[in-house]
């Protein structure tokens, strides 16, 4: 057999510098056009801007800025109805769309905006009764057929817009039916739990139910939750590298977490954004919660195990690997981010000398379109066909701590002191 020209090493650096994905969860080849083979492939999609205005008159307990994050929600809720039923009747929407999926879709297609409580007509009059008047719109995102396309190859995407929207949905039900004086409002336009029993199962309890009544505290705390989940639909967006926020959004999701701490959704994208931002530790921390709220949530079984992986945890990364790919609940991933999964566990088994489960995953990862893997073990001599899996005397399988220290999409090299700091991340925990 002959020799590998290099130590395995050297092969996990070049298969993650070569694949950021493997690690990061970065573009598949062959599963991703450019922008400009997608323009010339999608039909443009037609879509019209929505606004919606919503008035509450603020009577006491309520605050004005609850108040405020109910009128925001609602009329959020009923644009994404008026901008779901008036899609155009394109194919791919009938067929994969299912109707629980519209205002999901409908929530990607089109950017949500609305002027803050300071800027609302009539903010500053404070008396018993006073009108609050929210308009909101809902505007096209630029080249929205394209967009169309990446949702529908990314059913955890659409599944986390749906959660976000059913979330906000339990809490205006559970605000509505204690809103002082009542609400003329369609119940049935309300997405949610029809009693306070499954509100409490989706995470939506209402606060102190063993009174009659709510203090401004309660609806204080209710209205911050919803705030918390508009900041989260704003943080979720699906990257060309296959996150589903950035790191830009880190201070917005901690500030979402905060306001929002029931919601699993809103944890898992605040860990996104502190693995990109090189914070694992916390990262891991963060899928924890998630998973501690919603055990099902395969995502972040796969974003832990990413965090795993950077603070050289191999085992775990393996096991939370395992279970991302075996999904029992909730969308499979399917496509470019089933690779990026198995792409991720090929490279974790390499670094653990399992060369026969490293080969099986960057075979599969290669039959979904990536082979960025499968052909740089086979450079090293690994995974050839008819030769054994690992070389006679393979070396061992480390990656230096420059390499884990080293921000997302920063190369070592560049990295000024990624050499002293290791893995140590205590001072990079402010955005």
């Not at 990061?24 to 801007?49: N, Q, Y």
């Not at 300071?118 to 505007?139: C, F």
């Not at 699906?238 to 979402?256: N, V």
């Not at 191999?314 to 991933?333: F, Q, W």
Request: glycine share 6%.
């Amino acid at each position: 057999m002959t020799a590998p020209r290099f130590g395995l090493a050297a092969l996990a650096l070049a298969l993650c510098f070569w694949t950021p994905p493997c690690a990061w969860a970065g573009p598949v080849p062959g599963l991703t056009a450019g922008p400009a083979a997608a323009a010339d492939s999608t039909p443009e999609l037609e879509l019209v801007t929505v606004t919606e205005v919503e008035m509450r008159r603020v009577t006491p307990p309520v605050p004005r800025d609850a108040a405020w994050a109910h009128a925001r929600a609602t009329a959020w809720l009923n644009a994404l109805r008026r901008a779901a039923a008036a899609f155009p009747r394109r194919r791919e929407i009938r067929m994969g769309v299912s109707p629980a999926e519209r205002l999901a879709l409908a929530a990607q297609l089109y950017r949500a905006a609305a002027p803050p409580l300071a800027d609302a007509p009539q903010a500053g009059k404070t008396g018993a009764g006073s009108p609050l008047h929210v308009t909101l719109s809902l505007t096209p995102r630029p080249q929205a057929g394209e967009e169309l396309i990446r949702a529908l190859r990314n059913p955890e995407l659409l599944a986390l817009r749906h959660a976000l929207i059913s979330e906000t949905g339990d809490v205006l039900k559970i605000m509505d039916r204690h809103w002082p004086g009542g609400l003329e409002k369609d119940d049935v336009s309300n997405p949610g739990p029809s009693s306070a029993a499954e509100a409490k199962t989706a995470g939506a309890a209402e606060p102190a139910t063993e009174r009659g009544f709510w203090r401004a505290e309660d609806w204080e705390r209710m209205g911050a939750r919803l705030d918390g989940l508009w900041r989260a639909q704003a943080a979720l967006d699906l990257s060309p590298e296959g996150w589903l926020t950035d790191a830009d959004a880190l201070a917005t999701l901690e500030r979402a977490a905060a306001r929002a701490p029931r919601s699993a959704t809103v944890r898992l994208l605040l860990a996104e954004a502190q693995l990109q931002r090189n914070l694992p530790q916390q990262s891991l921390e963060s899928c924890t919660e998630a998973l501690r709220l919603s055990p099902g949530l395969s995502r972040a079984r796969y974003i832990r195990a990413l965090a795993h992986w950077r603070l050289q945890q191999l085992a775990l990364a393996e096991d939370d690997l395992n279970a991302a790919l075996n999904v029992r609940s909730g969308p499979a991933p399917q496509g470019a981010e089933l690779a990026r999964r198995l792409r991720a566990r090929g490279a974790v088994r390499m670094l653990r000398r399992d060369y026969p489960g490293m080969c099986a995953d960057f075979a599969d990862a290669c039959g979904l379109g990536d082979c960025e893997g499968l052909a740089v073990a086979r450079a090293q001599n690994y995974c050839r066909t008819g030769a054994p899996a690992a070389p006679a005397r393979p070396a061992p399988a480390t990656l230096p701590p420059s390499f884990l220290a080293a921000p997302a999409g920063e190369s070592p090299a560049t990295s000024k002191d990624a050499g002293t700091r290791g893995t140590d991340t205590s001072e990079e925990s402010a955005p």
